[in-house]
């Protein structure tokens, strides 16, 4: 009885895809008959052609990136000579400059010492703070 319902399951299995391939096969006729090869050949040549140019434009672009990507290495190497020359001036002028008086070290440590004071007084506040 199990064998009887094997069998009849898969007929209709087998009618099943039966009728699908012959509904495929009716769409392949369908679209076989509205494709026109002529047509079709022309077109893939006409693609062709515009692929062949849009790569040789893709070619040009490339080349122009990599020029202009060259000009600015150009600038970076410009720039740093122009730097080095602005230096030598610079160096030349402050050896040309009159040498200035020194402070007298009291003078100096003034200020130093009422940073010091400054610091210390932080310092307390900070503490202060802290004990909060």
């Not at 040309?96 to 610091?119: F, H």
């Amino acid at each position: 009885m199990m064998s009887i319902g094997n069998a009849l399951a898969e007929q209709l299995a087998m009618v099943r895809v039966s009728g699908s391939l012959q509904r495929s096969g009716e769409v392949m006729k369908l679209v076989n008959d509205s494709l026109k090869l002529p047509e079709m050949q022309k077109t893939m040549y006409e693609m062709s052609k515009e692929m062949a140019k849009a790569g040789l434009i893709e070619e040009m672009m490339n080349d122009a990136l990599d020029s202009a990507l060259d000009a600015e290495e150009m600038e970076e190497e410009t720039e740093a000579q122009v730097e080095k020359v602005l230096l030598e001036v610079a160096g030349e002028t402050i050896a040309a400059m009159p040498a200035t008086k020194a402070r007298p070290a009291s003078a100096a440590a003034a200020p130093i010492e009422e940073l010091a004071d400054d610091d210390s007084e932080l310092r307390e506040r900070l503490n202060a703070m802290r004990t909060i």
